[in-house]
């Protein structure tokens, strides 16, 4: 198998697709609160809950700064057949019918190679999603895509959880974040994160109408440091940090949010660890 060429953002590219996205939902009316956090320039990190696709689309409409968005490798591969196998293994297509799954993999055997080339353009960061069926692969995470962004002073939007529940409760942060922060510290940068808190599961009708009011919520901006703790204390103590600034935000953008659980669900994970 041949290595994928780097991604990379093509700014007039980013622009194009952000004037379309807006234009198709042109009829939706939102809410995004604190703006004025996002930094202008500059290398930034956005950190976000994720319930699904509706976020994306209006993060990119509403920060006023293109972003890399770190997304499922698998997405844009559905020419593979490895890939097509994980997409059927998660949410993004777990309720889909024997119809939707033929047709996903008829678009993607034509337009595999297309999306990529497209999403290589719009700066998407391709990063594997693992699980206890689908195992690490070495180099797959997408971190030397991120830290490369960051050091060329872009913007970098992440979804910590590594997937996604309609029902708003939030699934841990996985500790990826710690690692990025360290490589950049080790290269004498700095840069600001930025907690982002949404309400946009199921918002859209199919004729992209509001079904609610979404809305985004951006936090004052957190600049973390090793303080001299060891890697794993530090990715640890940054992945809870930031999910709790998170889930501070989310009471002002979903204010009858369901009860989080996070916490409760890492503690056992971490228990279960200890006693394998």
Same mark, same amino acid.
């Given at each position: 198998?041949?290595?994928?060429?780097?991604?990379?953002?093509?700014?007039?590219?980013?622009?194009?697709?952000?004037? &379309?996205?807006?234009?198709?939902?042109?009829?939706?009316?939102?809410?995004?609160?604190?703006?004025?956090?996002?930094?202008?320039?500059?290398?930034?990190?956005?950190?976000?809950?994720?319930?699904?696709?509706?976020?994306?689309? &209006?993060?990119?409409?509403?920060?006023?700064?293109?972003?890399?968005?770190?997304?499922?490798?698998?997405?844009?591969?559905?020419?593979?057949?490895?890939?097509?196998?994980?997409? %059927?293994?998660?949410?993004?297509?777990?309720?889909?019918?024997?119809?939707?799954?033929?047709?996903?993999?008829?678009?993607?055997?034509?337009?595999?190679?297309?999306?990529?080339?497209?999403?290589?353009? %719009?700066?998407?960061?391709?990063?594997?999603?693992?699980?206890?069926?689908?195992?690490?692969?070495?180099?797959?995470?997408?971190?030397?895509?991120?830290?490369?962004?960051?050091?060329?002073?872009?913007?970098?939007?992440?979804?910590?959880?590594?997937?996604?529940?309609?029902?708003?409760?939030?699934?841990?942060?996985?500790?990826?974040?710690?690692?990025?922060?360290?490589?950049?510290?080790?290269?004498?940068?700095?840069?600001?994160?930025?907690?982002?808190?949404?309400?946009?599961?199921?918002?859209?009708?199919?004729?992209?109408?509001?079904? %609610?009011?979404?809305?985004?919520?951006?936090?004052?901006?957190?600049? &973390?440091?090793?303080?001299?703790?060891?890697?794993?204390? %530090?990715?640890?103590?940054?992945?809870?940090? &930031?999910?709790?600034?998170?889930?501070?935000?989310?009471?002002?953008?979903?204010?009858?949010?369901?009860?989080?659980?996070?916490?409760?669900?890492?503690?056992?994970?971490?228990?279960?660890?200890?006693?394998?």
């Amino acid at each position: 198998m041949t290595a994928e060429a780097p991604t990379s953002l093509n700014a007039s590219r980013y622009w194009q697709a952000r004037c &379309l996205i807006a234009r198709v939902l042109g009829r939706m009316h939102y809410d995004a609160e604190g703006t004025e956090h996002i930094p202008t320039s500059g290398p930034a990190i956005v950190i976000m809950n994720h319930t699904g696709w509706e976020e994306i689309a &209006l993060a990119i409409v509403a920060i006023p700064r293109p972003l890399r968005i770190v997304g499922m490798y698998d997405l844009v591969h559905l020419d593979d057949v490895r890939s097509q196998a994980r997409i %059927f293994d998660t949410g993004y297509a777990r309720g889909m019918g024997t119809v939707r799954r033929r047709l996903l993999v008829s678009l993607g055997s034509r337009y595999g190679a297309g999306i990529r080339q497209l999403s290589r353009e %719009f700066g998407y960061i391709p990063a594997r999603v693992f699980s206890p069926t689908w195992h690490p692969v070495l180099g797959s995470n997408g971190i030397r895509d991120i830290v490369r962004a960051l050091e060329g002073r872009q913007a970098v939007l992440m979804f910590p959880e590594g997937g996604y529940r309609r029902n708003g409760v939030m699934t841990p942060f996985k500790p990826g974040i710690g690692p990025i922060v360290r490589l950049l510290q080790q290269r004498g940068i700095r840069m600001p994160i930025i907690p982002v808190a949404q309400h946009t599961a199921g918002c859209l009708t199919v004729a992209m109408t509001n079904r %609610f009011m979404p809305r985004m919520v951006i936090g004052e901006p957190v600049v &973390l440091d090793m303080d001299g703790s060891s890697p794993d204390v %530090f990715d640890a103590y940054a992945a809870r940090h &930031l999910q709790d600034r998170v889930h501070a935000l989310l009471r002002q953008a979903w204010p009858d949010a369901p009860t989080q659980t996070y916490a409760l669900e890492g503690a056992r994970a971490q228990t279960q660890q200890y006693n394998r």
